[in-house]
């Protein structure tokens, strides 16, 4: 495969750290010229500044839209177009219907679902004005699979797979291809996190449990995740349109 995204422009949500952090950096190898979208100032601007030459921190706020509008703007008024939209950013959350609180479910939908419609919202009319585009939404094995007590992160990435056959469908005949990847469990920072925050002194112990929840036995990794990405978004996918792409260490169809 021709993995290359020479002269093209990409906008990536969350990409301060984990899969969004991952994919900038992979597009960025490729030849993108990459914008890394976050909320956290920090880890987004050493992303950026990591990266080099071809990335640029935006400090974005996914659930507000006027700060998606300000972020696009500054992102088209740098190159004059925008090829690449990757909605990464996302928040988790654990609870059922009966345990999930008002403000917590609200908070997810903010964040998760208002989020990539936001940036659908801003970035659809500059990939129209471009000629066209490709949109890349990070679902989740959630999306489509029954998971115990992950009952509003499981709503919001339902929605998010949804969206991405919405759109698919709405701008098919204007060059706008849209797919979504459903990741099982992968690495990041915030599994880390959880585990120290949750399972004190049992860290060890609940990363082993977490990972061999996959049949392959293990977590994926950040880059795993990316190398799709980077097919989705090439030319070499220019025949994929409306489709979710599990990518989960055999957790849908393989069990042990």
């Known amino acids: 495969m021709s993995a290359t995204l020479e002269n093209k422009t990409a906008f990536i949500t969350g990409a ?24 956290d ?11 080099g030459g071809n990335a640029r921190f935006l400090a974005c706020d996914v659930a507000d839209q006027g700060s998606v509008r300000a972020a696009v703007a500054a992102a088209v008024e740098d190159t004059g177009r925008l090829d690449i939209l990757v909605n990464n950013a996302g928040i ?5 219907a009966i ?34 585009g490709v949109v890349l939404n990070l679902a989740s094995v959630a999306s489509i ?4 007590d992950r009952f509003a992160y499981s709503t919001s ?5 949804t ?53 392959i036995g293990r977590m994926a990794k950040p880059s795993e995740i990316a190398a799709l990405a980077l097919y989705l978004c090439g030319e070499d996918s220019s025949f994929i349109t409306g489709q979710a792409f599990e990518i989960d260490g055999g957790y849908m169809n393989i069990r042990r």
């Open 163 to 215: 969206m991405t056959l919405s759109v698919a469908a709405d701008y098919i005949d204007q060059n706008i291809r849209c797919n979504c990847i459903c990741p099982a469990r992968v690495h990041t920072p915030f599994v880390d996190g959880y585990l120290a925050k949750n399972y004190p002194g049992r860290e060890a112990e609940m990363f082993d449990k977490l990972s061999k929840a996959q049949p």
């Open 41 to 51: 100032e920090k880890n987004g601007a050493e992303t950026a500044a990591a990266i």
């Open 92 to 96: 988790a959350h654990i609870g059922t």
């Open 145 to 148: 699979a029954g998971l115990p």
């Open 99 to 132: 345990s999930t609180e008002e403000d917590d479910f609200d908070r997810v939908m903010r964040v998760n679902v208002k989020g990539v419609y936001n940036c659908l919202h801003e970035v659809l009319p500059r990939m129209l004005e471009a000629g066209g």
């Open 157 to 161: 990435k339902g929605a998010v797979f």
């Open 16 to 39: 301060g750290s984990g899969i969004g952090r991952a994919i900038a950096e992979k597009f960025a190898k490729n030849g993108a010229r990459v914008f890394v979208a976050d909320f």
